[in-house]
Structures are given as C-alpha cells and as structure tokens.
C-alpha cells in the first residue's frame, strides 16, 4: 500500500538532503530575528519609544537586540545552534504575550508561537551536518 510519510521519510533521510534541508530551516528560522534585530539596530530610538508604549523598559532593547540579532547569527551559522534556538523560543512566546494581544493582533501572536515551536523542534534534533556546531563536534 502507498503511504506518502514514508515516501518522504526515504527522500529526506538521505544524508545529503537532511544536510541541506536542515540548513534551509536555520536559515529561514534565522531571517525573521536578523532582520527584526537589524531594524531595531536603525531605528533604535524609534524602538526604545515602542517598547516603553508597551510597558517594556527601554533600558532592555541592547539585550533585545542581542537575543534577536545575535541568536539569529547563531543559527544561521549553526553555532550553539541548540541553545540559541531554546532562547529564541521563549523570547517569541514572552513576546508574543507583550506585544502581540491574543484578540488584537492574533496572526502576529499565533506566528510567534508556531516559531517557538519549530525552534524548540531544533532545540531537540541539532544544528545538522552543515554547521559550525557538527565542526566542532567532530
């Protein structure tokens, strides 16, 4: 009988392809906190008044930046990717608490825990063969 899960558990359980799809994941995990880190580097004033607008101190956007910036860096080059990705996880579920109302701005809210959870996927099965994490490993 055809059971497609098990077509695609044999194409994605080559060596090569878990490799590369798993460096696809970290990328596409990683862009979203580059380029949310990024902005909040350029339009740091703009920021710090966002923040306090929410009850957040200002005073924490340097460690807010580090945890999007710096953990998106970590994952993208797959360094300390396990923990960079359980960090990134509960950043994106408290932020999802402060920032984005459940009834207000539900998308944003539901997208910061659909990225909590495939952070803590990565959290469990590691960086893959094409990072600085199996490099080291080795």
Do not use: C
């Amino acid at each position: 009988m055809f059971n497609p899960n098990v077509v695609v558990k044999n194409i994605v359980n080559q060596p090569n392809t878990d490799a590369v799809l798993a460096l696809i994941a970290r990328v596409l995990m990683a862009y979203i906190f580059l380029v949310a880190g990024w902005g909040k580097i350029t339009a740091y004033s703009a920021t710090v008044g966002y923040m306090e607008s929410m009850g957040v101190p200002g005073a924490l956007l340097p460690l807010t930046i580090l945890v999007e910036f710096g953990g998106g860096l970590a994952l993208l080059f797959g360094f300390q990717a396990r923990f960079a990705a359980f960090g990134l996880g509960l950043f994106s579920v408290i932020t999802a608490f402060i920032f984005h109302d459940g009834t207000q701005d539900s998308i944003n809210f539901m997208k910061n825990f659909a990225m909590a959870g495939g952070l803590f996927f990565l959290m469990l099965h590691g960086a893959g063969k094409m990072s600085l994490d199996h490099l080291i490993e080795k």
